[in-house]
Structure formats: structure tokens, C-alpha cells
């Protein structure tokens, strides 16, 4: 069974750093990308960007070019989003998704069941 | 880049039939594949369609997805509407480099 795995709800303050994380299992974790999508409070879904964990080509929205980081660690099947230096207005849910196997525009086929990321001072 | 552009909400009475469009503004609708996607209050989201009319097993054939290039749009129409049918419906395709863009959602109500 395809399982996607996110970490648990953070608590940060602005400024903070984080890294979440999304478990890959039951599926070859690095022939599929992996994609991050934010929902901000009563929001829409943003499409932010994807990985492919076999070599870690990473492919980022423009609108969240420069503002976090994509990551995977094969050897663990995981993927990361990460921020260097949060605000109040990365709080969102934030959810990882694999990709179908028709490449980099595929569909969102297993989504993980979301992280909460609330920025508070 | 281009939008997606849904209809905030829509509804509708059970046993109906309800059709939610989702306009490409610029380009054309048909140059990528449209995905259709359902959140229920609290969970994350699923896929209804996907490749503009495909239903991923388990979805319902009450649930499909066409697009119409003359008016530049996709739709998805649910038949025989049940209350479990009231959720939030995201479009979703790409551009032109490889990137996905959303929908702004749709509301559904079965009332």
C-alpha cells in the first residue's frame, strides 16, 4: 500500500528555520516525484514544487523560487521542505503528494496527510 | 503564466446534476491535462479526474471531466449528487514549464 507520511505540527517563530518531512512507502521512492502544495487558513492549493528523489532534480514554482528549499533523502525515502527564515505568513497546512508516472505533469495520485505550520511571535 | 478561474460556489439539491467549470486564461486548455481534485473539510485532497476525463479507480462514474476549447475551459460534472459529494474542487494543469497551477476552488453544496 502507498503510504505518504508527513512529521508533525510545528510551533515557530519568525525568523526560526524548519524542515518537515514526507515518508515515502509501499512504492519505489525514487521513481516518482514528489510534490509540496501549501494551503494557507481557508485558502486554495498552491502548487509549490516538486522533486525527483532518484537524482534530486527539483523543480520550484516561481512564486516559491528563493522562499524554501526541496529536499529528499533516498537511503530513507523522504522527502523535505524546508524554510531558512520563517514568517507569520508561511502559516499554512502544507502537504506533500507523489506524482503519477507520466513524469513531472502527471497527477497528485497518494497525498500525505499534511502538516500544520503555524508562525506566532 | 496563466490562472485558473472557478466559480466560488455552486449548488445544488441531491440527485442532481452539477457542473463546475474551471477557464484557462491564456493558452490553450487543451495544451496540458486538466486534473480535477476534492477536499473534504478536514482531509487532505483526492483525485476525481485526472488526463482532462480519466477517473482513478474507486471514483464513482457519477464523477467526469471534459474540456471545451472553444471556450478555452475544463469542467467537471458530478450526476446523482449525494451529500457526500459536499466538498471543495480544485482544476489544476501546467504551463508551459512544467509548472502546476490550481484552480482558486470550488465550493459545492448539496442542499
Known sequence: EVQLVQSGAEVKK???????????????????????????????????????????????????????????????????????????????????????????????????????????? | NFMLTQPHSVSESPGKTVTISCTRSSGSIASNYVQWYQQRPGSAPTTVIYEDNQRPSGVPDRFSGSIDSSSNSASLTISGLKTEDEADYYCQSYDSSNHGVFGGGTKLTVL
Not at chain 1, 507569520?88 to 508516472?101: I, N, Q
Open chain 1, 14 to 121: 519568525p525568523g526560526e528555520s524548519l524542515k518537515i518531512s514526507c515518508k515515502g512507502s509501499g512504492y519505489s521512492f525514487t521513481s516518482y516525484w514528489i510534490g509540496w502544495v501549501r494551503q494557507m487558513p481557508g485558502k486554495g492549493l498552491e502548487w509549490m514544487g516538486i522533486i525527483y528523489p532518484g537524482d534530486s532534480d527539483t523543480r520550484y514554482s516561481p512564486s516559491f523560487q528563493g522562499q524554501v528549499t526541496i529536499s529528499a533523502d533516498k537511503s530513507i525515502s523522504t522527502a523535505y521542505l524546508q524554510w531558512s527564515s520563517l514568517k507569520a505568513s508561511d502559516t499554512a497546512m502544507y502537504y506533500c503528494a507523489r506524482l503519477s508516472g507520466l513524469g513531472l505533469t502527471g497527477h497528485f495520485d497518494y497525498w500525505g496527510q499534511g502538516t500544520l505550520v503555524t508562525v506566532s511571535s
